[in-house]
């Protein structure tokens, strides 16, 4: 369930695009009108704003507010006004750039369906002229058989990203009891040995459908005592089994693992905007409102009071207006 | 172009129905009938004769066939009745079936444009609920650090298979020409050193859109004297060096590949009725004029005399009426 709200009655795109240009028109910026506009207007409704916008004012509605916002705000405008998928392959496109930001790229291969995955990279494709698949596999260098410890582990990261990015999985529901068993104790034996034979792990989380992999993992609670994902990181966790974890995460319970991003992004360490501003752009036309209750009960907090002593100004504004009440 | 011959007035599918069906009534069947009707129709009006057949006489066409037909013409017939998507689904379940026979799989990887190759694998999920990349890297069984040098070639050929099928590959003309220097090294080092670095050679294959792989062929070619896929080759080919030629020649030339599949199906080695069934039924609705012209001009003799002299029967009936003249 979305957390946007969008007004009964709301103007025509044309009377939308007039007021965000008022507001930009001059010197200084009216935020909070372009805040209390494209806040709350939906993909569809954005979209006709931002062709409007062109057609009146004959000027890329998108490259005029990046010139008139500034840090988490323009960032956080710039990702909300494209639609999910737009958005999406944008977000990949920063991940790859950002030298290979393997969280923003495991939830977008992991939480979306396979056809939503594809709708992503058909759009990265004609964005940026390339795959995303190309985009990560191009970071995979060094030679795993002279590589060290730490290395090799990053090494099995990114040959696990690539294999998220690129299956087509099966979307069905049907799942093979046979294969639950013994992939489970595949999953087991790798990762008791701490070797995490990580072609076989690389290839269970990667290709079968998302059905098969909660059944497996389902098993490997009641066989085993634990859930894998504590299991993979029982002792002092590597790169490659905090990888794991979260694809594993994303695949069982995203909304779960949305609200802990967000519990960690306002967190004792200080605010980590980038993921605040994913997580609640993102979701906000979505799951929001599931992720704000699951983010209640284990803070104690509302997602609005910690987003409200968290930020400030205009990007506070903001991320509270899609946050909603 | 097509060698398929379609008469320019045909009965309705209903009368087809009604002809296959009488063919099929009784004692024995009368082949003749059944390939002058199916082996001079377009996929779709055999998608309606399959329709009109069901209708009429409540019974699958498909199955009918199957018990009236046996051998090499049964497996014909089979799948040449279904549409080209349909098809190839269908020739990668046997494929993965026969122990991952990879000709066929690189085959549907290389040949078949990215959002063909996606058709292929939506089809294999509706038929099979399973996607074809887990049924093939499935297969990957074995660890590569323990693994004998022949071992080690099967399990990079199979990672090669399943990062062939997996990528989505940009599908646009733009080339980048740092990266064809830079990765034409890379080949050459990898083949040079006969070690093949396989995760960046499988790298490169399977993610670069074909414009990018043949610039960088091409410039493997001007810069080291050798055409990629002979150097592959030039000393005793292990079966990873072959699997790779194999795809080369897929993205490269795939109309040259194919004839010289045929030579081969045909050749001083006896035949292979498979892959001669293979191309035929694949490309009589696509590309065989083109095949059967390189056919010609490498064997001075034409596909007809091939079939003709090789094989027998109705199924040398059907292939020729395929072949056209």
Redesign the interface.
């Known amino acids: 369930m979305a957390t946007l709200a969008v007004p009964e009655t709301i103007p025509s795109a044309s009377e939308d695009a007039e007021q965000i240009w008022k507001a930009c028109k001059g010197w200084g910026t009216d935020e909070t009108a372009i805040i209390t506009i494209l806040a709350h207007r939906d993909a569809t409704q954005r979209k006709i704003i931002r062709l409007a916008f062109e057609e009146q004012y004959k000027e890329n509605l998108i490259l005029r507010l990046e010139s008139e916002l500034s840090g988490d705000l323009e960032r956080a405008v710039y990702l909300w006004i494209f639609d999910p998928v737009e958005r999406e392959a944008i977000i990949a496109n920063i991940a790859v750039k950002k030298n290979i930001d393997y969280q923003a790229i495991i939830e977008i291969a992991c939480v979306n369906s396979p056809k939503e995955l594809?709708a992503v990279?058909?759009e990265y494709?004609a964005r940026y002229?390339?795959?995303l698949?190309?985009d990560i596999?191009?970071h995979?260098v060094g030679?795993?058989r002279q590589a060290c410890t730490s290395e090799l582990w990053h090494i099995y990261t990114l040959?696990l990203l690539?294999?998220l990015v690129?299956?087509?999985?099966?979307?069905?529901d049907?799942t093979d009891t046979g294969v639950v068993r013994l992939e489970a104790k595949t999953l087991h034996d790798a990762i008791k040995s701490q070797t995490f034979?990580h072609?076989e792990v690389i290839?269970i989380l990667s290709?079968?459908?998302k059905a098969q992999l909660c059944a497996t993992f389902n098993y490997y609670k009641d066989e085993y005592g634990i859930p894998i994902t504590k299991a993979l990181t029982s002792e002092s966790p590597n790169e490659f089994a905090l990888a794991l974890r979260m694809a594993i995460r994303c695949i069982v319970s995203p909304q779960k693992y949305f609200a802990k991003v967000l519990e960690n992004a306002v967190g004792k360490a200080g605010t980590d905007e980038d993921a605040l501003t994913r997580v609640i752009v993102m979701h906000a036309e979505k799951d929001l409102k599931v992720i704000k209750e699951i983010f209640h009960k284990r803070t104690n907090a509302t997602l609005k009071h910690a987003v409200g002593t968290e930020t400030c100004g205009h990007y506070n504004s903001f991320l509270l207006a899609l946050v909603g009440n």
Chains 1, 2 share one sequence.
């Open positions: 594809l990279k058909e494709h002229k390339r795959s698949e190309e596999a191009v995979t030679d795993f040959a690539v294999s690129s299956t087509y999985r099966y979307d069905g049907e034979n072609s290839r290709t079968r459908s």
